[in-house]
């Protein structure tokens, strides 16, 4: 079956420090993974894609299908960064598989 | 471009009734999907739409329907509503199906069943 999972339910970092926010996928095809972000008040938003390969606000993302993984990674978080991060996968119909999400604090 | 909006934003019902809930996807865009958010399940896929027509539907019981007009706007409906609906319900849209494509979610309705 087709799964997504985040292991940490909350991450605390201090600013500065580099942080890095697991996601685990099972699925048997060609994985499409996206990383959502969702800052307090405000709607679910697309942060990165594995086909872009991209680097948003600091953060990159690397498909390891060998170990099945999509980690998030900065080098040095903010304060601006504490957020819920959703790891999702997109299935080939076509709709999204979502983990539990990951909040992610960063202290000053 | 304004976003995926979502009427209402905040509802509070009884169980046994029911409910409906409206989207309006970003201009242009013709797909529409709904996913029911709660803190025990987090976001769970229900349906999704294209052309006016459910393309893929998650894992709800009946109760739980949607429908898209002409004009890609979708509704989605709940009948005979139970304590465990209460949930934030999130309508996402994209351009179109399928892989590449980018879904821009709405800011949600928040459903509160008594």
């Known amino acids: 079956a087709q799964r997504v999972t985040q292991p940490e339910k909350l991450l605390s970092v201090f600013k500065g420090a580099p942080v890095e926010l697991k996601c685990n996928y099972s699925?048997?095809?060609?994985?499409?993974l996206f990383w959502y972000v969702q800052y307090s008040r405000q709607r679910l938003q697309l942060l990165l894609r594995?086909?872009s390969r991209e680097s948003i606000k600091g953060f990159t993302a690397d498909l390891n299908k060998g170990e099945t993984s999509f980690h998030l990674k900065k080098p040095f978080a903010q304060e601006e960064d504490s957020a819920m991060y959703y790891c999702?996968?997109?299935?080939?119909?076509?709709?999204?598989?979502f983990g539990k999400g990951t909040k992610l604090s960063v202290k000053p | 471009k304004a976003g995926v909006t979502q009427t209402p934003r905040y509802l509070i019902k009884t169980r046994g009734q029911q409910v409906t809930l409206s989207c309006s996807p970003i201009?242009?865009?013709?797909?529409v999907s709904w996913y029911q958010q709660t803190p025990g399940q987090g976001l769970q896929f229900l349906f999704e739409?294209?052309?006016?027509?459910?393309?893929n539907k998650g894992n709800f019981p009946g109760r739980f329907s949607g429908r898209q007009f002409s004009n890609s706007r979708s509704e989605m409906n709940v009948s005979t509503l139970e304590l465990g609906d209460s949930a934030l319900y999130l309508c996402?849209?994209?351009?179109?199906?399928?892989?590449?494509?980018?879904?821009?979610f709405g800011p949600g309705t928040r459903l509160l069943v008594l």
């Open positions: 201009s242009g865009h013709r797909s």
């Open positions: 999702a996968l997109r299935r080939s119909q076509g709709n999204l598989i």
């Open positions: 739409y294209f052309s006016e027509t459910q393309r």
């Open positions: 996402a849209s994209s351009l179109a199906l399928g892989r590449g494509e980018t879904q821009y």
């Open positions: 699925y048997s095809g060609s994985p499409e």
């Open positions: 594995h086909i």
